[in-house]
């Protein structure tokens, strides 16, 4: 079935250090994969996106890297600031012909440092 | 433009009782999807409205359902409330695929 699994459920960085959180996906068609930020009691936020024709767009400090044949995706933070602690969630979809189901990882719980 | 939003924002309801919550798009987005978020489920899937039609469905009980309008704006429903539906519920809206932008969702509590 279609299943996300994400790794690490918790991430402890100081200021101005790199965080990674990492994804792999079970559906070989997912085609659509997005990173959502997602601060105490608001809504999830869009960070950034990636689709299967790419293996790599950045957005300023933020990076989203994807391997179709290993099925892993993963999200790069660089100079983490406090105000970057928040829940991380991957999802995969099969984004074809508005096929808008996407299928959450379990969260990464980041928290920044000063 | 507006963002997505959802009304009402909390609700308390008890065992047996219906509920429904209501779910407004971003102008010119056709697509609206709904998850429920609970602590030990994470983000689920419940269903997908496009141009009126359901289009895709996550594994639900059918107690919970809903409908799109015309005008893009939808509705879930949930008969029968059970403890365990004791959740964040969210909308997203979608112009046609890919991208979905979230609401601040509708905090169901069931007594």
């Known amino acids: 079935g279609e299943n996300v699994e994400q790794h690490p459920s918790t991430l402890s960085v100081q200021e101005g250090d790199s965080a990674v959180i990492k994804c792999t996906y079970s559906?070989?068609?997912?085609?659509?994969f997005p990173w959502y930020k997602q601060e105490l009691g608001k809504r999830p936020q869009l960070i950034i996106d990636i689709r299967s024709n790419v293996g790599e767009k950045k957005d300023q400090r933020i990076a989203v890297t994807l391997n179709k044949t290993a099925k892993h995706f993963s999200l790069h933070i660089t100079e983490t600031q406090p105000e970057d602690s928040a829940v991380y969630f991957c999802?995969?979809?099969?984004?074809?012909?508005?096929?808008?189901?996407?299928?959450f990882g379990a969260g990464t719980r980041l928290a920044v440092h000063p | 433009k507006a963002g997505v939003t959802q009304t009402p924002r909390y609700l308390i309801k008890t065992r047996g009782q219906q509920v429904t919550l209501s779910c407004s798009p971003i102008?010119?987005?056709?697509?609206v999807s709904w998850y429920q978020q609970t602590p030990g489920q994470g983000l689920q899937f419940l269903f997908e409205y496009f141009s009126e039609t359901q289009r895709n469905k996550g594994n639900f009980p059918g107690r919970f359902s809903g409908r799109q309008f015309s005008n893009s704006r939808s509705e879930m429903n949930v008969s029968t409330l059970e403890l365990g539906d004791s959740a964040l519920y969210l909308c997203?809206?979608?112009?046609?695929?890919?991208?979905?932008?979230f609401g601040p969702g509708t905090r169901l509590t069931v007594l």
């Open positions: 102008s010119g987005h056709r697509s």
């Open positions: 999802a995969a979809s099969k984004a074809s012909g508005g096929y808008n189901k996407l299928i």
């Open positions: 997203a809206s979608s112009p046609v695929g890919y991208e979905q932008f």
């Open positions: 559906d070989s068609a997912s085609n659509y």
